[in-house]
């Protein structure tokens, strides 16, 4: 059955909560962490209507957080431990294994960005992501 997933972002935790409420027609609302300037697993969590997608995505992936891996790892695994339905990991990422054994793959969504010259073996990426051991495999090309 097809979801409707809404990705929201914000440059504090308020802005965030509020896009991610007015996601109202979503299935799942992927709460952006890595452009928040504190980002809070449990306060992206606080009183949400509808089941999340918690994603910090760093900027070597396209994405906005500029910090540590072992920030990156603290908020993601804080987003575990919170109950977040969903935590998307980057494959690449050193400690991905980490959280894929921590929830044994359970809501973990591994995921590759392929931006740029263009994408190059779509099969073999996606194999690796489906081998990762997490129940969701996400590529974006």
């Known amino acids: 059955m097809p979801h409707l997933v809404i990705t929201v972002t914000g440059r504090t935790m308020d802005e965030l909560r509020r896009a991610r409420d007015a996601?109202?027609?979503?299935?799942?609302?992927?709460?952006?962490?890595d452009g928040v300037a504190d980002p809070s697993a449990a306060g992206a969590l606080e009183g949400r209507l509808r089941p999340v997608i918690?994603?910090?995505?760093?900027?070597?992936?396209?994405?906005?957080?500029?910090?540590?891996?072992?920030?990156?790892?603290?908020?993601?695994?804080?987003?575990?431990?919170?109950?977040?339905?969903?935590?998307?990991?980057?494959?690449?990422?050193?400690?991905?294994?980490?959280?894929?054994?921590?929830?044994?793959g359970r809501g973990v969504v591994a995921s590759a960005h392929l931006f740029g010259t263009g994408p190059h073996d779509l099969a073999g990426h996606l194999g690796m992501l489906r081998g990762s051991g997490a129940e969701v495999a996400k590529l974006a090309v």
């Open 54 to 104: 918690v994603t910090c995505r760093p900027t070597w992936e396209g994405g906005s957080f500029a910090g540590t891996e072992e920030e990156r790892r603290r908020i993601l695994m804080n987003a575990c431990d919170a109950g977040a339905e969903f935590v998307d990991v980057e494959a690449r990422a050193d400690f991905a294994p980490d959280l894929i054994r921590a929830r044994r």
């Open 23 to 33: 996601a109202e027609h979503a299935d799942l609302v992927e709460v952006r962490l």
